[in-house]
């Protein structure tokens, strides 16, 4: 794609960036073939191609966004499927972000629309303030129909009906290995995971534990920023990024930590990119240390050795988009699963967004409801009794619109090693 960017323009890192981006782009539009909101919408410029003319225009004119801009964009889910299927590997992503961030900035949005956005950054990060919110949602859920605007009763819709008790395995401490040590990993706890389903670190904890590794919730850790990054707020990001750096890091610099371990794949998308985020700050050899040894959950323990076991159950495996396309981990979830025992089966069109994407089914819920069905659909085609997820914002999307249990992959690799049975799969039957 052919650019006019000034000298000027260009002397700004991000606008070389973009530039680079831009530019390795064919208009071949193979990306459309993959795009979900393509595919819902039918709008060109609801597409990755449509998308990246109208971030050129914006970024080229150096003029504030305008309202149809902000549309479109607004509209990505930044599922990346477009970067799974590009022939020329345009980074889309961190075009996007770009994009994202200069809205941020020159952009002013209606007066409800920045009322949601600042609420949902000052709760769903904290799990304190998300837990209250989620009390206070359930006692609003009656008055749905009262709230003046779709995305209030989205919010209502989507939280869950039962609120965990805060798990103490959250707190800052050390889990010794059972038997010998193999590995000393840090576990990133996030942040809306612990106040939606506390079970999941739980059994990470258990299972990694079990298989030789020393696991350290480290002081200081919080957010990794992704929520934020995603509505464009920069700064915002970057400190709840370099807060994770810098917990990490004193665990590297005190007794060494062989990875960092990540349970929720939007999480590890961002944590993964931390030192490009940092490239250009005092930070950057930190970050990418840490961006280094940052592992999904999956990637970890197909390192190390899970026992073969015999589990009688057909599960339903959702590849979420932050794993197979931000991480391009496709095959470890299901050959654990498998090695496990358990029967694994996929959906059809699998590479396609479920719809949850961070604040995205809360922001957009008529589109996000669209692709929340067509994925339920094509899942419950496959007649599992079990839903697996590597992500909490899919899980919670998923169980919305299904009655078969969703689950996280690490808590059926628990139980199958070992641990209990996860309480999400109800009692088990009776025998005559």
């Known amino acids: ?108 949005r209606p007066v409800m629309d920045r009322t949601l956005r600042w609420v949902l950054a000052r709760i769903l990060p904290y799990p304190g303030r998300f837990r209250l ?64 389903d506390t079970d999941i670190n739980d ?23 992704a929520l934020v990054h995603h509505m464009g707020k920069e700064d915002e990001a970057h400190r709840a990024a370099a807060r ?30 931390y030192g490009h985020m940092f490239r250009l700050d005092a930070l950057a050899d930190d970050a990418a240390r840490v961006s280094g040894l940052a592992m999904d959950v999956t990637e970890l323990l197909a390192r190390l050795d899970l026992p073969e076991g015999d589990m009688d159950m057909r599960v339903a495996y959702h590849a979420a988009c932050s794993l197979q396309h931000g991480q391009k981990i496709t095959d470890h979830p299901k050959a654990l699963l498998r090695r496990a025992g358990f029967e694994v089966v996929e959906p059809a069109d699998s590479h396609l967004c479920c719809g949850s994407a961070g604040t995205y089914n809360l922001m957009q ?10 994925k339920v659909a094509t899942l419950e085609a496959r007649a599992a009794e079990v839903i697996a997820a590597g992500n909490i914002g899919c899980m ?7 009655g078969t249990p969703v689950v996280h992959t690490v808590e059926l690799l628990d139980w199958a090693t070992g641990g209990p049975r996860p309480e999400k799969l109800g009692p088990v039957a009776s025998v005559p």
């Not at 994770?244 to 990119?273: H, P, Q, Y």
């Not at 919670?396 to 299904?402: A, D, E, F, R, Y």
């Open 133 to 196: 919110a989620l009390l206070a949602a359930k006692v609003g859920r009656p008055f749905k129909g009262l709230m003046p605007d779709k995305r209030l009763r989205a919010m209502l819709d989507m939280a869950p009906k039962a609120i965990p008790p805060v798990s103490r395995n959250d707190d800052p401490q050390v889990f010794a290995a059972e038997g010998e040590r193999k590995m000393r990993v840090a576990l990133m706890t996030g942040c809306a995971q612990k106040a939606l």
């Open 1 to 108: 794609m052919q650019t006019f960017f000034t000298e000027s323009q260009l002397a700004e890192p991000g606008i070389a960036e973009a530039n680079d981006i831009l530019r390795a782009c064919v208009h071949c539009g193979m990306c459309t073939a993959t795009c979900p909101t393509y595919q819902v919408l039918g709008d060109e410029l609801d597409s990755p191609r449509g998308r990246i003319y109208l971030i050129k225009d914006m970024l080229e004119s150096g003029r504030p966004a305008d309202e149809r801009t902000v549309r479109h964009i607004d509209r990505c889910l930044s599922c990346l499927a477009c970067m799974t299927t590009c022939p020329s590997g345009v980074d889309y992503m961190h075009l996007v972000d770009h994009a994202r961030a200069h809205i941020e900035k020159t952009y002013r």
């Open 396 to 402: 919670i999307q998923i169980g919305s619109g299904t």
């Open 365 to 374: 819920p008529e589109i996000s409801a669209e692709l929340k069905a067509r």
């Open 203 to 225: 059994a990470t904890i258990r299972l990694l534990t079990r298989l030789g590794c020393e696991v350290v919730i480290a002081r200081g850790m919080g957010c990794c920023g």
């Open 244 to 273: 994770n750096i810098r917990a990490w890091m004193a665990e590297i610099g005190g007794e060494g930590l062989d990875a960092i371990v990540i349970n929720t794949s939007g999480c590890g998308t961002t944590v993964k990119d």
